[in-house]
């Protein structure tokens, strides 16, 4: 697998764990201090956001892939860009579908790639 493949199957892995609440995935593929900014422009730590879909402040139901774009390798940091039809129940809101793009950090750590940081945005 290349470089680039395992960036863009790291961004799908992710979405499909946020579906399926797989926190164990979760934690494989995230690194300790990842964060992810919200459209809110909430800088939320990576144990606070996983422990939030594990009692389901944040459900994360269904997300279709519309486009992955603008990935960029430099040595042993990469980024990407996603664009994902994400339907979710967040923070006691009701069910809504989000055109959500997910600008992804990652880092090469011994060889693994890993999601770093995360800034969410509308399309």
């Known amino acids: 697998m290349t470089d680039e493949e395992a960036i863009v199957q790291l961004y ?3 979405n499909e764990a946020m579906i399926n609440k797989d926190l164990n995935k979760l934690n494989e593929i995230l690194t300790d201090d990842m964060h992810l900014t919200h459209m809110t422009g ?9 422990d939030q879909i594990q ?3 944040m459900q994360y139901l269904a997300s279709k892939e519309e486009a992955i774009k603008a990935i960029q390798i430099n040595g042993d ?3 990407l860009i996603g664009q994902n039809r994400v339907q979710a129940k967040i923070w006691g809101g009701g069910i809504n579908t989000w055109p959500l793009q997910m600008r ?3 880092k090469k750590q011994a060889g693994k790639w890993m999601i770093t940081d995360q800034v969410a945005s509308t399309y």
């Open 77 to 79: 940091k990469a980024s």
């Open 12 to 14: 799908r892995d992710e």
């Open 55 to 57: 009692n389901e402040e």
């Open 42 to 50: 909430y800088v939320q730590p990576k144990f606070e956001w996983i």
């Open 104 to 106: 992804m950090y990652y």
